[in-house]
């Protein structure tokens, strides 16, 4: 079925570091969507419409938001990070994707496991009431390289307070000391049991739902890791404990 676009533009444009990036689009006649969907991108170039997939940074209902790393050989992040405020932006109308709360089993524990901006599912979804309304602690764990990377901390500080006790957010960084979280990467605090000590919750079949997003190592490897656990990829049809999202 052919993509409906939406011209939309710029509204707004974050930098994290160099070449990590927000970008706040208006486009107005997106129709509703959940937190964990994603919608197309692109723009219109040369006679040819250039497009990818984007988790939204936001729930429905809010400016849409793209939290997006520029590929430095990529085809479409270099131009969308040279755009500008008040330049144009094609969205597709209607967003698509099961990577959603209500394809994630419910359990006590809820792990938010990111690597880069795999954490844009998850801003959206800590945004929404549902999350807070299903979940009664939820544990956000963002590996990236270094500590320039740790993009919206100040919003996750916001939502740690305003729900005592209830979030924990564990920075793991690769390639620097990490003042707080873990030095490393997720794999290796989860087989290690770090990621367990730090949290004080067991990362275990009875009580943790996993949602994970983001680098397709680390996701093989953790579901590898989960799946020595006990643990078994959520399917609607086969209740089980985590779900992924791929980004290529
Ligand atoms: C469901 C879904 C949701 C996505 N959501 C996001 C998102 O919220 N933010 C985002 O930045 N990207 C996201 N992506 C990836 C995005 O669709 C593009 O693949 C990416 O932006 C690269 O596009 P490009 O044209 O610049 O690179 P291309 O010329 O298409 O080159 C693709 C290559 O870029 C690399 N790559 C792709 N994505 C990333 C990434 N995020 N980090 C590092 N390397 C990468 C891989 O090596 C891949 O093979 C998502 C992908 C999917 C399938």
């Given at each position: 079925m052919a993509i409906r676009w939406i011209r939309g533009s710029v509204k707004k444009r974050k930098v994290w570091s160099d070449g990590l990036f927000t970008l706040t689009v208006d486009c107005p006649g997106v129709t509703p969507f959940e937190p964990g969907q994603f919608l197309q991108v692109g723009l219109q170039l040369d006679g040819k419409h250039l497009h990818r997939p984007y988790s939204v940074a936001s729930p429905h209902g809010q400016e849409l938001e793209f939290f997006i790393v520029r590929v430095d050989n990529g085809e479409l992040t270099p131009r969308l990070w040279n755009l500008e405020v008040g330049q144009d932006i094609d969205v597709c109308e209607k967003a698509t994707g099961s990577f959603t709360l209500s394809h994630t089993p419910v359990a006590k524990n809820l792990w938010l496991l990111a690597t880069g901006t795999g954490l844009a599912p998850y801003i959206a979804m800590l945004r929404d009431p549902k999350i807070w309304e299903t979940y009664e602690r939820i544990i956000l764990v963002h590996g990236v390289r270094?500590?320039?990377?740790?993009?919206?901390t100040e919003e996750l500080e916001e939502h740690h307070k305003a729900h005592p006790g209830r979030l924990v957010f564990i920075p793991v960084v690769s390639r620097a000391l990490a003042v707080q979280g873990f030095q490393g990467r997720i794999t290796q605090a989860i087989e290690g049991g770090q990621l367990e000590d730090l949290t004080g919750t067991p990362l275990s079949p009875e009580n943790s739902a996993v949602m994970m997003c983001g680098n397709p190592q680390m996701l093989d490897d953790v579901e590898a890791l989960l799946n020595a656990r006990g643990m078994r990829k959520h399917k609607r049809n086969e209740p089980g404990h985590y779900v992924v999202e791929r980004y290529w």
């Open positions: 270094y500590l320039t990377d740790l993009a919206y």
